[in-house]
């Protein structure tokens, strides 16, 4: 017991210096106010509002999906940055990469791993978020405009995955891409252009390589993070999370 | 509704519930991400290291356990596209730990090539970067090429060394037999420098075939090809009787009347003299004429005996058409104009002896089941169809139906084809060398409807196939020029003028190769004419006799006539001679007697020929080399000279070795082999 | 004003003095009026610990997943050798299957067209914002149109032998229109249930369970060719 008063006295002190009331400008004490400030002045709390509904925290309602959702794209951020590190988008360096990753980096195989498995997870919970919120009647007013953001997420989600499905240059991704690629073909008028433009050629090489890593690493992360801000700060905006109450049968 | 504007109560302080559940899966979650590096920690490589730096210890090899860098070490050559990381667990690979004999510590053996110069995959396969037992050695979903097993590993040397190869007899003997079996009739084998491997086993035209044989005997044969003679190369289609009659019934059917049928065969020819006498004389002239240098015949025992370039004669007589064989006797060209058999010069009588003789080899069971029912022209539309589809004309020549193109797979990258694109027979192990030694021993086990004959191959044939077919990967194609080391290619070399006509005639390239074309069963003649002395020459045309007492296979005697033979002696002494070589270097004066004892000092103590060779046959038990008992007549003394001096520089592929001798050392052996006149095949 | 006011509304003349908001709640505006005052709670620290844990649980979930399974890799890309069958990422292997029976411009193009902008415009199709119940009026007119496009449409699918795509529908088509037998005082808490569902529950549970199906089968049921196999005998 003193060894927990101990340490709870020494977190206060830390509190109270001027370097830690620089960065966290709630400073000490365990008042509501310092609570709400906790959140109001971090750049990153401010778009969730200061209270919520503790219903809105119930596991039943949500499931937690959202929460399990942006989990799963923190994940994938912290293990693409590292996998960024050995990777080189070019032909056939990339399939060396994912050589060199499963024998010769520490732990690399189950970098990649966690990668590969996180994004599929992460697209399987985008769609139990979405059916699960349908479901919930979370989308009606004023929430329309939410669900339109949820759904360019959905689509996101699933490019980011399909992106990074080619970066390992094996024959699973090359023929996967191929036979997504080719559906690209099908549109009217214009499919082959839109191939084109997607692969950088007429067929998966090189330069579709260089492409889907661009896309994969720069463009549509940066993308899902701005439209991820969007997403949570609407749900401030339109009155929190949804949570319908109990109706008896 | 005053409370509409009254917030809700508020709960502002978080349960202890809360936080212990924060506490635990924060400590399960930190537990279980240290699980990746611990893993990492335990891999099969540190182990391999650590229990070869025990074993070091052990034998107090300190120097070693010292300089011993730990870590991953690779072999890394970008120009192969090489990455291999064997050696991180195969730590003892140049054995410098003496007596660690358990992989993975064993030494490799001495090879010609430096281990850092292509690195470890090329030739044993598996997974080079790999870090892992498993994934390095067996096949993964990422890596369908497995270590390579022992007794495919010459397979390796074939991708660069695209002829014959010392030190790899079963990718020479693989290669070989692609060729000799006919393989090659079919399936495309390209190697990397474009050559193209050339069928070796001269099947005959078919386009006379009713004047050779029987149709009973076409029915038996195509049946079971090795139940007439056991050394057959022709494969086992294994036709139903009915495919069989109507394949024999148009076989019979497109055959026509061949040059030869013209030819009387004269009374002489067809009497054949009866009695004991006759017999005895046929088998001697069988003997002398060295038919069983090429023709096999299977003895009591049921041992072949004789050489394999003809077709075996054990039943013969159940196979050919009597006035055919007289006929093929006189002269085999004139029926099948490709044929290797030489034109011997044999008289009616000869013929009539050795007709008689091969026509009583036959036994009476061969064709007892063989009773076919009269040709109808529906059978032998159908028999037609079936040669077309069986794929005979890619073999045999046969009139009204054309060789077929791309019959069979391209077997030019055969060595690294993708499993994905392998059809595995039911239950057996989804790697390579295993799918094409089955597929060799047995191609219609793979399902109904394969057209790949089975052929009747030993247990080290498949496995020599198999190394040589493995060898064709796709991997040189992406190596540097330099280092494809091409086979020595045929030429289409053939002798003009007169002589030329005699010696096509008489088939010398069956045998001989003459620059760069020709058979490797005799020796190369193409710098004959430097080697040999006229008198001697002319001598052993008129009756050949072996040099090297050990061999079976002799040259035949081919009844050549004076004039003949002199036509052939002036060429072969004029056109076959070595550049740069004069047979008058040689100052005579310098082979005098006393150089000559000088030499023979040399010849048995000093460098004891007398091992390999025979100088006096009262003494010397030498049977490796040619006797040298005469040589004195045989060779010139230039030639002698410089052969000693290195017999390599003549021969390439002589197993003569080369003693480095001295000038005056090989002049005096010379003068000494010079004196060595004995009468030919004296001793006897 | 009544004895008894649902709803006061003050107006006074100095806004600036006595600012009031008032509400006007119409039926069709919203599905949830608040009628009572909820609990509440900090975001930090409960409602942000609450995350915290869930991503730690997810987290956890994830390392264990990776350390046990390895990531495919197969061989190195190579053009010339198609394997087969060659599949999308399992996410798609919906389409790819329709792709099976549909020319891609339908498949590939018209149906995930027609979905992505059937979920954009979902929020905005305001019809039935209460979520009344499909069966709650006109029951007769409504199961006679349901009936025939239901049936319209399963000889639709049964013309291009969609047979993986006819069994949800027939399954979801079904329950939808037996629950018309039910009301909001039938016996069984399940009847209940079914009849309390709108039009809108109905269409977006066919959706669910046909991408689910369909990607069952495309990632376990197809093998070489696009046949069906059977993923435990391989």
Known sequence: ?249 | MDNNNQPGPLRSRPTLRELAYFGVVSLVLLVSLAIAPAKNYFSDWRHYQKSYLKIAGERQSGTLVRSFQGGIRQTWIAKLGVVDRCESCHVNLTGALVGATGQPFRKHPIIPHDLEQFGCAICHRGQGPATSVEEAHYTTEAWEQPLLPARYLESGCGQCHLGPLQGAPRLNEGRALLSSQGCVHCHIVAQPDGNVLKPEDNPPPLTHIAEKTSREWIYAWIRNPQSYAASATMPNFQLNEQDAADISAFLMAQSTASPTSHIEITTASTAAAPGADASTEAATLYGASFCSSCHAVQNEAGNLVGGNFGPELTRVGAKVNPDWLRRWLSNPAAYHPATRMPHYRMDPKQVALLSGFLLAKKDSDFLANAHLAPASADSVARGKKLVTETGCAACHQINGVNPPQNFAPDLTHVGSRALAQVVFAPGMKHNLPDYISAKIHDPRSFGPGLKMPKFTLGESQIDALTTALLSQTDHAASFPKELIISGGRTSNYHPGGEAGRIMDDLRCLSCHAINGNGGDMAPDLTWEGSAVQRAWLEDFLKNPNTLRPALIRRMPKFNLSPGEIKTLTDYILTAYQSPGFDAQTMDAHALNADAAARGKQLFYAKYGCQSCHIADYKNDKGYVGPALTSVGNRLTPAWTYKWLKDPSALRPATIMPNFSLKDDEARDLTAFLMTLKAKQGGGK | MTDDPKMQAEVQSDVRKNPRRIAFILRRTSPHVKTQDDTRVMTYPTALSRFVIALEVAFVLLVWISLLANAPLEGIADPMHTPNPAKAPWYFLGLQELLHYFPPMVAGVLVPGLVVGALIVIPYFNINIEGESLWARDRKRRLLVLGVVLAAFCVFLLVFDVIVALVPTILIGGLMLWSARFSAESPKLFQRWLSSKPLSFWIMSWFLVELTVLTVVGTFFRGPGWSWVLPWKS
Not at chain 1, 35 to 46: E, G, K, S, T
Not at chain 1, 109 to 115: Q, S
Not at chain 1, 178 to 183: L, R
Not at chain 1, 225 to 237: D, S, Y
């Open chain 1, 1 to 249: 017991m003193s060894m927990a008063t101990t340490i709870k006295s020494e977190f206060e002190r830390l509190r109270n210096t001027e370097v830690w009331r620089t960065i966290f400008r709630s400073g000490s004490g365990a008042s509501n106010l310092h609570r709400a400030q906790a959140v109001q002045q971090n750049i990153f709390l401010h778009l969730f509002s200061v209270k919520v509904r503790s219903r809105a925290l119930e596991f039943s309602p949500t499931w937690y999906l959202g929460a399990l959702t942006l989990s799963t794209f923190f994940i994938l951020i912290a293990t693409g940055i590292l996998l960024m590190f050995y990777y080189h988008p070019s032909v056939p360096q990339a399939y060396a990469d994912m050589k060199d990753l499963q024998f010769v980096v520490a732990s690399g195989v189950f970098l990649r791993n966690l990668h590969r498995w996180s994004a599929h997870a992460m697209v399987f919970l985008v769609f139990a978020h979405m059916f699960k919120v349908f479901y919930r009647g979370a989308y009606r007013p004023p929430r329309q405009f939410n669900w339109v953001v949820g759904v360019f997420l959905l689509l996101l989600t699933l490019l980011l995955s399909y992106t990074g499905y080619l970066l390992p240059w094996d024959q699973l991704a090359f023929w996967a891409v191929t036979v997504g690629s080719n559906i690209a073909k099908a549109v009217p008028f214009m499919g082959k252009q839109i191939r084109f433009l997607m692969l950088g050629g007429n067929e998966v090489n090189a330069n579709a390589l260089l492409r889907f890593y661009v896309l994969h690493c720069v463009i549509l992360p940066l993308a899902a993070i701005l439209m991820v801000g969007v997403h949570f700060w609407r749900i401030r905006k339109d009155g929190g999370l949804y949570v319908p109450e109990k109706k008896k049968l």
